[in-house]
């Protein structure tokens, strides 16, 4: 099986503008979630979508906003830029998002606010 | 809140030596606890995980060891390798919060050859 794939890779942007970021799970994997990766804060959880709803969110303004599709495929949008978005974006799926499942990740879109 | 405390945040260890990164949570709901690779330019892969009904789990040359009394668990490399030069991060995740994870801050690996 493919594994998690996302695009685009990179990514410059400017502040105040805004940006959306595609994730394409494994297939038949059904949950999507997204962090955000940064030398200063880590690893943080985002948001996770099953069945084209939003399940779980984390501690992020509602400038960073996300959806999934009927074929499970992931979006997220992250409006008026700051300079601190700059960071790795990754998504990870799982097939159902109940239980103990492992998640698995994709490569991550480098987000570059200048 | 840092519900996870990863340490320590790096390490240098000879080529065929034993590499050990520890992590401590706070919350005792936690109930599944994964380790993560991570290589430069990539995405972290998983690489081994625990339930707290168990004290030790081993897979190739990587053991996890879970304390549940003391809330700590840890990752022991075993004749560590070049190519096992990457960060590491332990991890930790609750039914109840919808299993998201929760990681700690990371430990970069550097085995010298």
């Known amino acids: 099986k493919a594994g998690v794939t996302q695009t685009p890779r990179y990514l410059i942007k400017t502040r105040g503008q805004q940006v959306t970021l595609s994730c394409s799970p494994i297939?038949?994997?059904?949950?999507v979630s997204w962090y955000q990766q940064t030398p200063g804060q880590g690893l943080q959880f985002l948001f996770e979508?099953?069945?084209?709803?939003?399940?779980n969110k984390g501690n992020f303004p509602g400038r960073f906003s996300g959806r999934q599709f009927s074929n499970s495929r992931s979006e997220m949008n992250v409006s008026t830029l700051e300079l601190g978005d700059s960071a790795l974006y990754l998504c990870?799926?799982?097939?159902?998002?109940?239980?103990?499942?492992?998640?698995?990740f994709g490569p991550g879109t480098r987000l570059t606010v200048t | 809140q840092q519900q996870v405390k990863q340490s320590p945040q790096s390490l240098i260890v000879q080529k065929g030596g034993i590499s050990i990164i520890n992590c401590a949570y706070e919350?005792?709901?936690?109930?599944?606890f994964p380790w993560y690779q991570q290589f430069p330019g990539k995405g972290p892969a998983l690489l081994i995980a625990?339930?707290?009904?168990?004290s030790e789990k081993k897979e190739g040359r990587f053991t996890i060891s879970f304390n549940k009394s003391a809330k700590q668990f840890s990752l022991h490399i075993m004749d560590s390798q070049p190519g096992d030069s990457a960060t590491y991060f332990c991890?930790?995740?609750?039914?109840?919060?919808?299993?998201?994870?929760?990681f700690g801050g990371g430990t970069r690996v550097l085995v010298k050859p």
């Open positions: 990870a799926s799982r097939e159902t998002g109940g239980g103990v499942e492992e998640q698995y």
């Open positions: 297939s038949g994997h059904r949950s």
């Open positions: 979508y099953f069945s084209e709803t939003q399940r």
């Open positions: 919350n005792t709901a936690f109930d599944y």
């Open positions: 625990i339930r707290p009904d168990v």
């Open positions: 991890a930790a995740s609750m039914a109840a919060a919808g299993n998201k994870l929760t």
